[in-house]
Structures are given as structure tokens and as C-alpha cells.
């Protein structure tokens, strides 16, 4: 069974490639939400139809290749235990909402994990593509090309003036949601990030943290999609987009340069001082463990911390999370047994790296 | 010059050697408070009475050596420079009394540091004799040696009915401060000890911190010594001062052993954690410092860190106190930049023991 893959591994494959700005942004995001005519929206639908659409997809693409991107696993969500579930989600594979609210919930994995489909989900069908650092448009015409390939098979609910029907309105018209996943430390230390998010806001944009609507930033990383999926082409929203990401950069990059020509010597204490706590503490709580992972990665990404790679840290982001804690226990735990397999298991990860 | 030597090392020759209960009790200390017959006290006595003095040290004693000792060191406080002054208090080879108060103040120090006169102090001569861990008969007896060998050319203030007449009359009758230095981490972290100090005092015994009167117990180091000195024997006033302290020694015994039992998960979370800041800080002052050296020292006697002598904190104490930090630097320093140098003299001092 392959999906053991997906769940043991706290990276994603696709994650250790190269792009461009990767030391800011983690990852590059695009969502196209696409609907079968004729059958309700998975939340009006009997299930017996959304069974056969979750049929449908296990015998058509269950095995196949879609490019280079190796088989496509077929992953049926009820059959997974709660820690395999929550795994799924902390890996970004699939949404919280595939796993609480749909009986007939699935999702088609690839290989490297950068292309996930989830089947009757508030949609029929999901398409995310992943790709590392800053590259909405690659992962675009993937996700086009995806789009095709289904398109294929599936009649597509779509109206000539309104674009792609959705679930929820907010996604009718392109169905697309782009997202960035950036790592701002500086501007969040010196307290300028909150400042910016009203303005990005005002740009029909969203700013949330790394797990999603109303989740905190944990470990200074934050996640910035469109708002508006109507009146615009995908071009056009993923290059607004882009725009405000390359200036968020910039802003970081400014930011990181003052804070170290102004306070390096502090800037070194915390940083240094989040790697001892990394690598000795017996008991750390998830948050605790996202803001010391968050010093470090910037400590490498300054050159301040040598012979570490930043992949690690995206890798312990996710290994750190309670669901991944819970597979690697193999039971579940309190969240006093996880704040010390959490601590554990970050010092035995640091320790493979010298 | 073989004050360098003093000023050099932070870690007296003699704290090297073993003593009774070394991992709670780091010290004993006697202290006998002399004057000579027919001269004013120096607070008192004309500058040049107390240059006569002074010059009779110099002149009869430097390089004369005391048993096992060696040589003693004539040292001239006035001819110090500040940074030695606070260096030779650090190291308690003298008093800030001696510093402060004093034109004519010298010392003579013995080669391994364990035996310390000083000279025009409060009183005339103040011999100090120390001993590792708990022995403070045989220190008594050591001091009443060099006495003694000092009476053989110095005629004493001795009244027949009050005992050995000082200059203030809280020393009168023996003369004798006995003190013990003891690390009691388990009794400060439970708050026991704060509960202990009101009852201790009762008995006639003084507690304060690691640097005398008034002064914080930093890194959980207390000073128990006996508050009177007439009425009753030097013996007996260091039987009932080691009775205190071996109930002392008891409790926190107890204390660690409940510590351990209770909550050991959380103790090697805080003792490693103190661990990976003495070795990761950038910038540190001297109150977190000596926390996390008493944790670190805390740790080593309960076998959760391992490779790491107890010693290296004792000097860890001395070394990253201001003076010494100047010594070490060369120069005056403020506060900041001593913050940072403490944090590198300490990275770099635990490191030699990897």
C-alpha cells in the first residue's frame, strides 16, 4: 500500500526541488475547483451519486500517469484512521472539510505528491498543484493541463458568461485559488506585517497562516491567496498576485537587512538561542517549536547557521504537528506526551544533520 | 609578578581538590579576626600606624610559606588596577571592604589560594583559610595553625573574660566567622528554602548569597555562616553551624529525590534547556547565567548530563562575574558588552569539555 508513503514522510518530494525565491517562499499553490454537470454540489447530492463519482475516479485514474508525475494513488478517506486523516491534512494533501464533512471523500495522490485531487470534497472535484518557491504560472499551465486531461472524461458544470459553477460562490468563474506560502520572519519582528495585511486585503487579496483560514501564523509563516475568482482570467489574478508576493519579498529582504545591521548581535542571540531549545529541550508545545524552527530557518537562510538545511525545517514544520506525532507514535496521545515525543523526535532529526 | 596567576585563573587551585558532600556543599570557610595589642583599629589608626603594619606583612611574610602552602604573595590593593580588585573579590581572595576602605590595605594570598590574610580591613588581620565541601574542622584547625605561626611575632588584642578584642563587636570573643557555601537548586525551585531562612536565623546563623551581606543567593548558591561569635567555643560554634548544614544537605537531598520523582520529565527539560542556552547564548547577564549554571551544575550531580565536570561550574561562577569579564577583555566594559562577552566565555569554556 503506497499511501504509507504519503504518511511517513513529513516532506513532500516535491519540496526538496529548487525555485526561485525559495528561501521566502516555501511553496506555490494552485486550486482549480471543478463541478460534474448535472449532479448536485456534493453537499445536496444523495450518495449514491457522489459514490459513483468517487467510483468513477478510482477505476479511471486509480494507477495512471498524468506526466511525469508518477501513478496517481487513489486514497478513499473513510477508510483512514484519524491519525492517517490528520497526517493527509498537515501534509496539505487534502482540506480539513474532505475529512469532516463527506462520506465519499477521496483523493488522488500523485507520486511526488505535487499534484492532489480531492474527489467530493465542497466540490466534485479539487485539483491542487504544488511547486517550490515563487511559481505561480508553471503551476498553473500544470494545473491546465491536468484540467484537460480530466476534461477528457468529465462534462464540467460551466456557464458561457458566469465561467466554472461552484459549490460556494465565492469560487464560481475561474474555480481557481493561488496561493503562496511565504516565510516572513523580519517583517513579522519588526512588526510591519501587521500593518501590511489590511493593505494586501484591500487588494482583494487574503493573508492567513500556514494551516489555513483562521489558523495563526505559526512560525511566521503566512499564506496569500486570491480573493476574487470572477472578472478576471487566471493570468491576470496569478500575476496580481504575484506582484504583491515579489513585493512582500522585497519588503523581507529589506526588513532582514536592517535587522541585521542594526541588532545583529540580538539577532544572533535568538537565533542561536531557538537552536539550543531545538536541540535540548525534553518538552516543547507545537507553537514554541514553529517560532524557534522559524529563527532558525532564518538563521540559515542569513548564513548565521551553517551546515543545515532549510529543507529540515520544512520538514520538521510538518513532522511537529500533532497528527504526524500521533502515526509516528502509532497511538494516539495527550497533548503532554506530544509536547515530548515533539522535543524528541526535533532532536533526533537535528542530530542526522551534523 | 605571581599575582597574575590570581587574577588569570577563575577556579582556585584548592576548589579542584575532592571534599565531603562536594556536589551540595562547594566550600567551607573560617575566618579569624586579629588586631594587634595597643593599636588603634584601622578605622581609626593613622595612615602611617597602619603603613607599619602594612610593611611588617611585606617585610616578614611575603614569600615565607605556610606548611603546605607555599609561598605567600605580598599584594598591594592599592596598586591594583580596578579590574584586578574586582577580579580578587570575585574570586572572595579578598573584600570589597578592602577595596573600598582602606589606603594601606594589602593581602598575602598562598600559592594555591586556600589561605588568605587580608591586612588593614576591618581589623588588622583577617585570616581566611578555605576548604572543599564540608570540613570546616579541618579548616578551623588549619586557620589556628597559621594563627598560631602569626602569634610567634604579633602580639594579639586579647582581653581575658571577652577573647579577641575587633573592631566591631559582632566579631568580639573568638573572632570567628565560619561559613559554608552550599548549591541548593531543589530547595529553591520547591521554595522550601525561603520557608528554611526565618528558622536558620533563629539558631543564630546568618544565610545570604554566594557574594555576602545583602547580596542575592544568584544561582541558587547560599552562604550559611554563624552570627555569634562569643559565648561559646570555635568548636562548638562550627558543630552547631555543620549540624545546620548537614540537615540542610538532607533536605535537599530529599528535595532533588522528589524533584526526580515527580516531575523528572519537566527537571530534564529545564536543566537541558538552561544547557543549550549556556551553550548557544549570544548575549547573557549574570542572573540567567548563574541560573542556568546552577540547573547545568543541578544536572551533573543527578547523572542527566553526563561528560561535563561539576568543577567547570564552580569556575563558570567566577568567570562570568564583571571583574573577571574585564580581566579577560582587557578593559572596562559596560554592561552590554559584557552581557556578550559572558555568553562567548562560556561557549568557548564549555567546549574544551566536548
Not at 463541478?35 to 450518495?47: E, G, K, M, R
Not at 503551476?139 to 491536468?146: D, G, M, V
Not at 529540515?312 to 513532522?319: A, D, K, Q, R, S
Request: a negative charge; charged letters at 25%; aromatic letters at 8%.
Amino acid at each position: 500500500m503506497t499511501l504509507e508513503h504519503f504518511i511517513n514522510e513529513a516532506i513532500s518530494p516535491w519540496m526538496l526541488d529548487d525555485g526561485p525565491d525559495k528561501d521566502i517562499v516555501m511553496s506555490s499553490r494552485i486550486r482549480l475547483a471543478r463541478n460534474f454537470a448535472n449532479v448536485s454540489y456534493p453537499i445536496l447530492a444523495d450518495q449514491e451519486k457522489l459514490e459513483e463519482i468517487r467510483s468513477f475516479f478510482e477505476e479511471e485514474y486509480a494507477h495512471q500517469s498524468f506526466q511525469s508525475y508518477e501513478n496517481l494513488e487513489f486514497v478513499s478517506i473513510p477508510e483512514l484512521t484519524p491519525v492517517e486523516k490528520s497526517v493527509l491534512v498537515e501534509k496539505h494533501l487534502i482540506s480539513p472539510h474532505l475529512v469532516k464533512f463527506t462520506q465519499q471523500g477521496a483523493a488522488l495522490i500523485s507520486q511526488n505528491e505535487q499534484v492532489s485531487v480531492m474527489i467530493n470534497e465542497e466540490d466534485h472535484i479539487r485539483i491542487q498543484v504544488y511547486f517550490p518557491g515563487l511559481q505561480l504560472k508553471k503551476a498553473l499551465e500544470h494545473a491546465f493541463n491536468f484540467d484537460d486531461w480530466l476534461e477528457e472524461k468529465v462534462n464540467y458544470a460551466f456557464d458561457e458568461t458566469k465561467g466554472y459553477l461552484t459549490s460556494c460562490p465565492t469560487n464560481v468563474g475561474t474555480g481557481m485559488r493561488a496561493s503562496v506560502m511565504m516565510h516572513l520572519p523580519a517583517l513579522a519582528m519588526s512588526n510591519q506585517i501587521n500593518r501590511m495585511i489590511p493593505a494586501i486585503s484591500q487588494l482583494g487579496l487574503v493573508v492567513r497562516g500556514i494551516y489555513g483560514e483562521g489558523s495563526e501564523a505559526l512560525g511566521n509563516i503566512f499564506q496569500i491567496s486570491n480573493q476574487i475568482t470572477l472578472g478576471k482570467s487566471e493570468y491576470d489574478i496569478i500575476e496580481d498576485l504575484g506582484s504583491v508576493v515579489n513585493q512582500l519579498i522585497e519588503h523581507e529582504r529589506t526588513a532582514r537587512t536592517h535587522i541585521v545591521e542594526r541588532s545583529e548581535m540580538k539577532l544572533q542571540d535568538r537565533i542561536f538561542r531557538s537552536y539550543g531549545v531545538l536541540q535540548y529541550s525534553r518538552i516543547i508545545d507545537s507553537k514554541e517549536a514553529s517560532r524557534c524552527i522559524s529563527d532558525v530557518r532564518l538563521g540559515i537562510d542569513l548564513g548565521i547557521i551553517k551546515n543545515t538545511s532549510g529543507n529540515i525545517l520544512n520538514e520538521l514544520m510538518v513532522l511537529t504537528q500533532p497528527g504526524f506525532l500521533q502515526q509516528y507514535a502509532n497511538r494516539t496521545l495527550k497533548a503532554g506526551e506530544r509536547d515530548v515525543l515533539r522535543a524528541s523526535l526535533i532532536r533526533e532529526r537535528l542530530k542526522l544533520e551534523k
